[in-house]
């Protein structure tokens, strides 16, 4: 049977991905070393954030399977999966499972991290919209999700692998060409996700950082008058 080259993901979502990999694993390392590297980790996770918009918007309007009404499963198309009849291009049902999963949990870890306080050498530019108490229970579970964070993520290089090796079929190059090989002439190309698109996508993003950054927070309160010397 003659094989097919179909594009499967588009260069926005390429960028997000490789992009958002890069942010995450550099999150972490400076999470973990602290000290003078945690206005670095603030800053990455502002970055992580405004990303993780362009995303959510990206998956409204963008191309066919960066879309989430195309690839979010329903019990039919799990079953379908799991008895071998599921044919299809982008996330597989189980994979979107992992891809929803990651996102969701990064999102939690991006949103934490903003409304954050250790209380020794990092305040995160939201924390003044929620109390002390909310900041540092957000705080302790920024720090408990990154372990989740990492195990899923693992789990997710973990199972690309097993594709690799048992099922060879390789999710790998189709994230960094845009490209896949296929030999059902069913499968068609991704649409849609043009120009006008990806920069309404960005703009939504770049605002979002902007508020996430504490664009819109109340002015401080200007500074109490100094009294006059008794002299």
């Given at each position: ?101 990651l996102l969701g949990l990064t999102l939690f ?101 902007w508020a996430a950054g504490g664009g819109l ?15």
């Open positions: 049977m003659e094989k097919l080259r179909v594009k499967v993901w588009d260069l926005p979502t390429r960028l997000f991905h490789w992009s958002l990999v890069t942010l995450v694993v550099a999150a972490f390392a400076t999470g973990l070393v602290g000290g003078n590297w945690i206005e670095v980790h603030g800053r990455l996770g502002l970055a992580i954030a405004g990303l993780l918009a362009f995303r959510l918007v990206w998956g409204v309007i963008g191309s066919t399977y960066a879309r989430f009404a195309q690839f979010v499963p329903g019990p039919a198309r799990v079953l379908a999966y799991l008895r071998g009849q599921w044919h299809g291009l982008g996330h597989n049902p189980l994979g979107a499972f992992s891809v929803l999963g870890q991006a949103a934490s991290g903003l409304a954050s306080d250790d209380n020794i050498s990092f305040t995160g530019p939201l924390k003044a919209l929620v109390t002390q108490e909310t900041a540092d229970a957000l705080t302790g579970l920024h720090h408990l999700n990154a372990w989740l964070l990492a195990g899923l993520a693992g789990l997710h290089v973990a199972s690309i692998v097993f594709y690799a090796v048992v099922k060879k079929d390789y999710l790998l190059p189709p994230m960094i060409t845009g490209v896949k090989t296929v030999d059902d002439p069913m499968l068609v190309s991704a649409r849609g996700g043009g120009w006008l698109a990806f920069i309404v996508a960005v703009a939504i993003a770049a605002g979002v950082t927070n109340p002015p401080p309160p200007p500074p109490l008058p100094q009294a006059a010397p008794a002299w």
